[in-house]
Each structure stands twice: as structure tokens, then as C-alpha cells.
């Protein structure tokens, strides 16, 4: 028997989800909100207007606001493992939000980005006050959108090559 998990860290402009287990998004999105998503493991496909994709275990997927998409569980329910973090424009890391996370990319996992996530998944599970979640869940971000923006990586929209038609 399988355990659902989900825990989540909160603020006004960020939301940390860490989760195991059935999704309860379904079908196509669309918000207002950046949304990075660390897909760990099981089994799913990335779909988004132009791409549909399977995913390997320990893949990044970042995606802009206002960008149509959807994460298909072709897998068990049970075996769907993430991590979240979906953010409004912050004007603090206008810069960086507009370097990392302007197009749809799709980023296989090195030990840098895995230990940001890893930092987050440990707060999750620790108890502290809503206020020291806030300014680690913010320095994680930047961090983390600091070393997307900092590497090239490609835009999925325009490079992969399994597009629909």
C-alpha cells in the first residue's frame, strides 16, 4: 500500500508544494502564476500547446504564466512524485524570472538543482515559524532561478522534435 503526500510551504507570492501521490490537477492549466515543476519519478507525459513529451525521472520543467499545459500520469497514481513552486512576478527577481522562466524548458536534474529541492523537501518536513519558511522558500527561488538563467538550457517549444500535430 502506497501513502499520498502532499506538504506545502506558503507566502504571498510563493507556494512550495512537495507531494506523492495522486495529483489533484487534471486536464489542461492555465494561471497567472510561474510554475516549476521537479518531476521525481513515476510515470507521466508533459503536454503544452506545441510539445508532448514523456518524462524521465529527475526532469525539470519550467513554465511561464498564461502558458497552457498539462501533466498526463501514464503511470500509477501512487508512483507520481513531485515538487512545485509556483510564484507571482516578484519585483525583486524581475531580472532573473525574465531570464529563467520566459519560455517553456525542459531540464534534466545535476546536483545543484537537486539540492535546492532537497533543501525544500527537508523545510517541509521541519517545524518553523511561518516567517523563516518565507525568506528560506525566497532564497531557494532565487537560487534556483538564478542557476536556470545562468546555464543555457533549450526551449522546448521550438527544439523537441515529438510535436504534435
Known sequence: MNESKVKFIKDDAITFKY????????GK??????????????KAKFISENVQIDLKPNTL??????????????????HYHRCVFHFLEIPDL????????????????DQE?????????????????????SVIMHAVLSL????????????????VTNTLS
Open 19 to 26: 507531494a506523492k501521490g495522486k495529483s489533484s490537477e487534471t
Open 29 to 42: 492549466e492555465f494561471h497567472a502564476f510561474h510554475e516549476i515543476i521537479y518531476f521525481m519519478g513515476g
Open 61 to 78: 520543467i519550467v513554465i511561464p504564466c498564461e502558458t497552457y499545459h498539462q501533466m498526463q500520469i501514464t503511470g500509477s497514481q501512487n
Open 94 to 109: 524581475k531580472y532573473l524570472i525574465d531570464q529563467s522562466a520566459s519560455h517553456t524548458l525542459l531540464i534534466e536534474m
Open 113 to 133: 538543482l537537486k539540492f535546492l529541492f532537497q533543501r525544500m523537501i527537508t523545510l517541509t518536513e521541519q517545524e518553523h515559524s511561518g516567517t523563516t519558511n
Open 144 to 159: 534556483l532561478l538564478n542557476e536556470i538563467a545562468t546555464k543555457n538550457y533549450t526551449n522546448i517549444e521550438t527544439s
